[in-house]
């Protein structure tokens, strides 16, 4: 099976640094993420490690950009050994203030297009013999937090999703985990949909959180690291 590695959300943050720290180690890639100059400039340099790079500019808070957005990626590199559901949003808002509209975009990137991506690569990744996919999920999925509702929900979410993958597809082959991850120092934060104000310095860095996301790719496939967690040596913020 080919070092693929399929990374969402990978113009800037954790999605950025892992394609990067991915390239450094050998792995061909293939890239999703909103159409920019971001994106490409990520791709030049993992390129300069002289590896395979495909891109695509996908939306993925348009449910009908993802299939046609993925499958031009698995047409340009083939079908990926491993598959990296990084991109997510964050949105910082009481229940009671939250609306519809915001929920349902949320919850779209958040929960729902890495169903549509997981559920259009199944096949595929069944006829190779398996592969593992890495949901990234976060400690606010377990820990409340006022005005995260919405957010811990869709985490949540991911986080029951992710197990029940595992559950139905291992007998394929295929290994489904979730790295739940405590405050990470990204373009998260600057977002416009977040209003926090926490210490970044404290967070983790993408690099840290790039460099776990190798060491699970190059586990071997009789291991399954169901849930693992990365938290701030400072604890919860």
Known sequence: MQKIALITGASRGIGAATAKRFAKAGWNLELLARPSAELEAVA???????????TA??????????????????????????????????????????????????????????????????????????????????????????????????????????????EEEGIHGIRVSTLTLGSVNTPLWDSPTVQANFDRGAMLTSELVAETLLQMAQTPPQLLLEDLTLMPATGAF
Request: overall charge neutral; proline content about 3%; aromatic content about 6%.
């Open 57 to 166: 500019g996908v939306n993925l808070a348009d449910p009908t950009q993802v299939s046609s957005g993925l499958q031009q990626l698995i047409d340009a590199a083939g079908v990926p050994s491993v598959v990296i559901n990084n991109a997510g949003a964050g949105l910082t808002s009481p229940l009671a203030a939250t609306s519809l509209e915001q929920w349902q975009w949320l919850f779209q990137l958040n929960l729902t297009s890495v169903f549509q991506i997981c559920s259009a690569l199944l096949p595929a990744l069944r006829s190779q013999g398996g592969g593992l996919i890495v949901n990234i999920s976060s400690h606010a999925a377990n820990k409340t937090f006022a005005g995260w509702g919405a957010y811990s929900a869709s985490k949540a979410a991911l986080a029951a999703f992710s197990r029940c993958l595992a």
């Open 44 to 54: 030049i340099d993992c390129r300069s490690a002289s590896v395979d790079v495909s």
